[in-house]
C-alpha cells in the first residue's frame, strides 16, 4: 500500500513539475532592425513559412523560396496544394512569420 501511495505522490508531483519548467523557458524575441524593409524581412525568411498580407486584405500563406527586386516567391501555399505565387513587394502591407514555439 506504501509503494502505491508513493507512486501516486510521485505522478501528482511529476503533473505539477513539468508544466511550471515548460513555462520557464527563456521566449526568443525578434530584432527590426532600423532600415529593415519587407525585402530584407522577405530575405531573413528564406526556407521559412509566412504569412503575406496584401495592401487588399488578401493573405497567402507559404514557404519564401527566391526574393528579387520586386518580386517575392511563395511555394507550398496553404490550402492550394499545386500552386506558387509570385508577389510584388510594393503590394505587401505585412509579413508574419513565427518566431516562437511552445
Given at each position: ?7 501516486v ?40 513559412k ?53
Amino acid at each position: 500500500m506504501k509503494k502505491y501511495l508513493l507512486g501516486v505522490l510521485m505522478l501528482v508531483v511529476c503533473c505539477l513539475v513539468v508544466p511550471a519548467y515548460t513555462g520557464a523557458v527563456e521566449e526568443q524575441k525578434y530584432e527590426l532592425k532600423s532600415a529593415a524593409m519587407v525585402k530584407d524581412v522577405l530575405i531573413e525568411s528564406i526556407g521559412k513559412k509566412v504569412i503575406v498580407r496584401m495592401d487588399t486584405g488578401d493573405s497567402l500563406e507559404g514557404t519564401v523560396t527566391k526574393v528579387g527586386d520586386n518580386l517575392v516567391h511563395l511555394t507550398r501555399i496553404v490550402g492550394r496544394d499545386f500552386y506558387d505565387a509570385v508577389v510584388r513587394m510594393d503590394k505587401i502591407s505585412a509579413v508574419l512569420f513565427k518566431v516562437r514555439t511552445n
